[in-house]
């Protein structure tokens, strides 16, 4: 895990003190559901408000990538071919979820005029990490290659909030991608191997350096790196880690903290054309002229 800064002004990690936590504690460390009281009801209206959206924008769903049950896109484009497309990744911790839950939050990017793309991938443990890693590799190559011919044709910000923003910052250096959003992500995959995430994960030593982002060069596009204010600690430190881990190679990209967000509202920054979410993904394009 990297190192703490004694100055560092984020809140109190338990992870300080790793060895000290028994199983449950250590789960305790990443459990959102549980840090956010009102997190069920959040839940049940993101889903029902993404059932309406889907519903009313119905022209370009189930659209599959791969073979696979959950290997297909739901896109949302809007009627300029040539507008920036956001493509978003769902979180669950690699293992819940899906890209239908969270049709709403194109909502603001689709007023903004930016199309928005969700993949979905398999979810463990049906397969391992790594298969979810190469599955959005997929998805981003069959983007590329047909987003075209659904009117997607312009440069793509990717996107991923909780265990999307790891999917996102592992793909950044993907040669579709023009510049990164990851929100409220997990970058350092060891700890989660001594908790209960890792029952359906299973992650192995190769996968634990390979796909953990703070365990990897940084790559020099563009990519924010926001969180909520209000998110558990090592969400924070995980989101100041890898921001600090790109400063430091000189990669651009700022450090977005979200005034008073926890892990689900944070994602509300995406409901409106002039949200924070939506800003923060035009800000990237404009530092590309």
Request: charged share 20%.
């Amino acid at each position: 895990m990297p190192p703490f800064a004694l100055d560092d002004p984020s809140p109190a990690d338990p992870r300080r003190h790793w060895a000290d936590l028994d199983r449950g504690g250590r789960g305790a460390c990443y459990d959102n559901n549980a840090a956010v009281a009102d997190s069920a009801a959040q839940v049940a209206a993101r889903n029902a408000d993404s059932a309406d959206y889907r519903a009313a924008h119905g022209g370009y769903l189930d659209i599959p990538y791969a073979q696979g049950a959950r290997t297909a896109f739901d896109l949302y484009p809007v009627q300029d071919p040539a507008a920036p497309c956001l493509v978003f990744l769902h979180g669950g911790y690699w293992q819940r979820n899906a890209r239908a839950d969270f049709a709403c939050f194109a909502s603001g990017p689709n007023a903004a005029g930016w199309s928005v793309a969700m993949p979905g991938y398999t979810l463990a443990p049906e397969t391992g990490l790594s298969g979810i890693v190469g599955e959005i590799g997929a998805a981003l190559d069959w983007l590329a290659r047909e987003g075209p011919a659904h009117g997607i044709a312009g440069r793509i910000v990717l996107s991923g909030w909780s265990a999307g923003a790891q999917l996102a910052a592992l793909h950044l250096a993907h040669p579709a991608v023009a510049a990164g959003l990851a929100i409220s992500g997990v970058y350092d995959l060891a700890p989660l191997r001594d908790t209960y995430l890792n029952d359906k994960l299973a992650l192995t030593d190769e996968e634990i350096e390979t796909l953990s982002p703070l365990r990897r060069p940084a790559v020099h596009k563009p990519l924010t790196v926001a969180y909520g204010t209000r998110e558990l600690p090592a969400l924070i430190r995980d989101g100041r880690n890898l921001h600090a881990l790109r400063a430091a190679g000189h990669a651009p990209g700022p450090l977005l903290p979200v005034a008073n967000a926890d892990h689900f509202s944070i994602l509300d920054a995406f409901r409106r054309p002039d949200g924070l979410l939506v800003r923060a993904a035009q800000s990237l394009l404009g530092d590309l002229r």
